[in-house]
């Protein structure tokens, strides 16, 4: 079975842009789960969606959204961008309440 | 809310020694718990996935024992190799329905030929 995969891989965006990040999961996994990894805050997570709603969402501000589509396959996106928005975006598939599995991740730079 | 706790936050040793990570966690009311590796600039590639009712989890060179009254987990990887270099993350599901994990800090280790 072909991993979790994550594109762009890298991105470089500017102050008060917005971008769109893409996850698509294992097939036949139907929860994907977001997660911002910066140095200085780890590794934290930004919201799940499940059968294409939304099921968890951790403590971010409305500039986080995301979408789920028929196909399990998710994005994110990210509105008037901050430099603090600089991080790794890392997306995780799951069949259920199960193990997780990570794809490679987004590398996101905000100058 | 449940918080995780790695300690040490690194970690050096030679190689064929055998390496000993610790994770710790304030609420034992547990669904599991999954041990993660981390390259640099990578994903995280999935390690152990221990369920509540398991004491520990066996794969090749590493053994992860979870001890949910002491809120404790333990990854032990023997023989350590130089390849074994990363950052290892604990990481434990919340008790609301759903994949939302909370991660430790991560240990991160250096093992030297």
């Known amino acids: 079975k072909a991993g979790v995969t994550q594109t762009p891989r890298y991105l470089i965006k500017t102050r008060g842009q917005q971008v769109t990040l893409s996850c698509s999961p294992i097939?036949?996994?139907?929860?994907v789960s977001w997660y911002q990894q910066t140095p200085g805050q780890g590794l934290q997570f930004l919201f799940e969606?499940?059968?294409?709603?939304?099921?968890n969402k951790g403590n971010f501000p409305g500039r986080f959204s995301g979408r789920q589509f028929s196909n399990s396959r998710s994005e994110m996106n990210v509105s008037t961008l901050e430099l603090g928005d600089s991080a790794l975006y890392l997306c995780?598939?799951?069949?259920?309440?199960?193990?997780?599995?990570f794809g490679p991740g987004t590398r996101l730079t905000v100058t | 809310k449940q918080e995780v706790t790695q300690i040490p936050a690194a970690l050096s040793v030679p190689e064929g020694e055998n390496l000993v990570l610790n994770c710790s966690f304030t609420d034992s009311a547990i669904y599991n718990l999954q041990w993660f590796r981390q390259d640099p600039g990578k994903g995280l590639t999935s390690l152990l996935l221990i369920q509540s009712s398991q004491r520990e989890q066996t794969s090749g060179r590493l053994n992860a024992s979870l001890d949910k009254s002491s809120g404790r987990s333990t990854l032990y990887i023997a023989a350590s190799q130089p390849g074994d270099s990363a950052t290892y993350l604990c990481?434990?599901?919340?008790?609301?329905?759903?994949?939302?994990?909370?991660f430790g800090g991560g240990t991160r280790v250096l093992v030297k030929p």
């Open positions: 097939s036949g996994h139907r929860s």
């Open positions: 990481a434990l599901p919340g008790k609301a329905a759903g994949n939302k994990l909370t």
């Open positions: 995780a598939s799951s069949p259920d309440i199960y193990e997780q599995y």
């Open positions: 969606y499940f059968s294409e709603t939304q099921r």
